[in-house]
């Protein structure tokens, strides 16, 4: 098969050998992979080994069954949980599976086993999740980003009428907002990129760019600031800002990966009774309702996922990771 395989800071198209099936497990022939901020950390940080192939956001076609397989069969498609949760931990036992050591360390395409920038993967059939007949393979790649965001409005205790901002409206963001609005509650973002503004009023949230000024208008269409601000930007600096933006008694979650140190007043966060509240991955319950959400267009994802990019394009794709602005999502298609 075909694969994108990091080389010395680098991908490269190499060709290797097919996965197998083994005992309880499936090999998929994949129809789409989603990329993400976690991707580009890897890639820039050089943290995976020569070697790796990255990936854990991805969809496919079931095409070879391992033995003791009886669920599935070739031509079955699925989504992928790509964290191994290990379900043995006091985290898994307590509900918190989200924060299983063992099962971050081994998670698909980040560490663990090989993920979905090629042709084809080797999935145990604990990680299946059945896509609808009706649903298409290329938004079945972002049920799993959906779910990190889905774990992290339920952190954020979201209800019907609750004040919600957003910071950053990437795909975290928006994915954010989307659900925050879907559960009844009143939402409002802000990015500094127009084009994101844009995007985020098309899908029918409120949305501001600094020049706008943003905080301030926020902060008047919410009558004192957001009960629940969701920090997606990643920028160390917009944490203490989603303090500011907050209401009194409020509560910032965040959503971003933060791969610098961030200078933090606690006296702001301590009179003004701000809850901080981080929120890393998902668990099994939070990918159902992001798959069961997807399934039924109660989220409509389709608008996100447009121009999927070739396998023979990652290495360009990473190059431009911060400066695309035609795509929200950026999907590649291995099988073109």
């Keep these: 098969m075909r694969a994108a395989i990091l080389n010395g800071g680098r991908f490269s198209i190499e060709t290797v050998a097919d996965p197998t099936p083994e005992p309880n497990s499936v090999v998929l022939s994949v129809s789409a992979c989603g990329l993400c901020g976690t991707d580009h950390s890897i890639y820039t940080g050089r943290l995976l080994p020569d070697g790796s192939i990255l990936g854990h956001e991805l969809a496919g076609t079931v095409v070879e069954v391992g033995r003791g397989v009886r669920e599935w069969a070739s031509g079955d498609r699925a989504t992928v949980v790509p964290i191994p949760y290990c379900g043995r931990c006091e985290l898994c036992t307590g509900g918190q599976q989200n924060l299983c050591g063992p099962g971050l360390a081994a998670m698909m395409g980040c560490g663990g086993a090989p993920g979905g920038l090629a042709e084809f993967v080797q999935v145990p059939v604990s990680s299946l999740r059945r896509l609808p007949g009706m649903l298409d393979p290329l938004p079945g790649a972002l049920v799993e980003p959906l779910a990190v965001a889905w774990h992290a409005v339920n952190l954020g205790g979201i209800r019907p009428g609750t004040r919600v901002g957003v910071l950053g409206l990437g795909p975290l963001g928006l994915f954010a907002g989307l659900i925050a609005r879907q559960k009844g509650a009143l939402v409002f973002g802000t990015d500094l990129r127009r084009h994101r503004v844009t995007r985020a009023h ?135």
């Design 202 to 336: 098309s899908l029918g949230l409120g949305a501001f760019t600094a020049e706008d000024q943003a905080d301030e208008r926020i902060r008047d269409l919410t009558s004192g600031g957001p009960e629940v601000v969701f920090e997606a930007s990643g920028r160390p600096e917009s944490i203490e800002r989603a303090a500011h933006l907050a209401r009194i008694g409020g509560r910032v979650v965040l959503v971003a990966s933060y791969h610098s140190p961030a200078e933090m007043t606690p006296g702001q966060w301590f009179n003004r009774g701000i809850s901080l509240l981080p929120s890393i991955a998902y668990t099994r319950s939070d990918f159902e309702e992001a798959l069961d959400a997807i399934s039924t267009r109660r989220i409509d994802v389709t608008p996100l996922v447009h121009n999927p990019r070739r396998l023979d394009d990652v290495q360009e794709v990473f190059d431009s990771f911060t400066t695309q602005t035609d795509t929200v999502k950026l999907i590649i298609d291995p099988t073109t």
